[in-house]
């Protein structure tokens, strides 16, 4: 056995001196910085990206934590790489693995043991895997309701436009709080006369996009044009919507910046609650962007961008504002953050930090919250081009927007237990393997068979555990030696011994046992 050790840090890695390798074990530092964190995602994308995987590639993540002790350090980094590492293994059709641990022994035995489990954790010496996704009714996650009055000041990113506008104006329909939007966009000294435009004279407008093209440019492309056009067309579209929140009695403003640049945020945040002359007590951190594109093809530059506007955005914000006004922090995340999903490494793994970097927030006593959204029906980035085809045809039901505005009102009104959600409708190929299991709990222990042998499946009731082993004639070879008129029959001795057994540690009584025959 070959081994070769790659060093990636922060500020430089070694490259790998081969292409190819059998297995792939990423161990992820554990000190918590989210400056470092980025500079690590953009070293291991580049190594990664250097590889060519084959059908005997396998992939593990470990990350040094008790994923289910709340009370212990949470990595937001493991969010990320774990989501980055299902993409990866969606892409190239890899075995993948992201183990957490406070035991190297332990990812010694899931690489010893190797199954088709994504993601393992391991809390007190028990093993648990995700294996079912539980519904849970709107109304059994509310507890406290938060009442938005006047005196509050929400801090909206990315909400002058599409989905994240959608849900402040059904927000602020009956409560008036102030709002604060920071976007990309910049708005002309001229916007309010944008705001009266007819239909005609906006048409005219992209005629005068196009001669300004003309002469500052040798050659003009329709591509050029396309894009002027739509940030023109942006532009108007923000001016109404600031309008018609204001129309709408709500103290509301807008403000160019961009959230993964601190002195920008820095800057910005200090003019607004001057403006407004009191403090942010909500942040709706919705601002992001994404392009699909295969690994291999991507460009370090558009993946750092991608990624820093996700996290550099959040903490520009919480490290320039006095978080003990904080009411309640809002992450608007994506399913691609849990799952994976296929040219979209560099997203994958923002929202996945994101969403854990939401449960570090509210272990320190910041009531936060990551939306791990699906794609909506008629509004957002999945209504561009194909996208919306191609996730039904993967069984992926979109998000109707009345109901998602309604879902986004609900979360964010009450103070709720969970730090992350998924919001979603049907999740097609995204949930297949666990749908096929058919299981019923939220979280559920595997078994080795080799050391097991007569335990196929643990699976988590309310009282306690059921343990499931599944008879096969040619597996179970015993049983050829044990038959009633060539009728093969489960040796009663060995159901007795089943209500007992002993473990190293302690005993595990069984009260009932069911077999099935295959």
Known sequence: VKIELVRINSEDSEKPNNNEYDLILILLPDDNNSANDTKYFEQLFLTLQHLDYNNNTKIVSYSVEDYLDSKKKIIPLSGGISAFVKTI??????DIKHVYSTKPEELVTELENWDKNLEVIYSEGKRYIFSHMRKIPLEQLQKERIELTEDDLILVTGGARGITYECIKELTKDAKPSIAIVGRTKLPEDVSELLFLTDKEIANKKEEIKEKLAQEN????????EKAWKRFLNTVEIAKNILYLIENEVNANYYSADV????????????????FEKPVTIVIHGAGIEESKAFKKKKLEMAKKIVQVKISGLYNILNNIDQSNLKKIICFSSIAGR??????????????YLARTC?????????????DWSAWADIGMATQGSILKVLKAAGITPIPLKEGIRMFTELTNYNIEQSELIVAGKLGLLLKETEDKKTSGQLETSMNSEKYPMIDEIRKTDNGFIALKMLKYDYDLYMRDHQIQGLPIFPAV???SL??????????????AVFCLK
């Open 89 to 94: 293994g969606q892409e190239f059709e890899l």
């Open 218 to 225: 040798e050659k003009v492309t329709p591509v050029m044009i």
């Open 260 to 275: 993964s640049d601190e002195e920008q945020m820095k800057s910005v945040l200090s003019q607004i609650e001057e403006d």
């Open 339 to 352: 799952f994976g999903n296929r040219g979209q490494v560099d997203y994958a793994f923002a929202n996945g």
């Open 359 to 371: 449960w570090r927030l509210k272990q320190q006593g910041i009531d936060a919250l990551a939306i």
């Open 494 to 496: 060995m159901g007795l």
């Open 499 to 512: 209500i007992h057994i002993s473990e190293p540690t302690r005993p595990l009584y069984i009260s009932y």
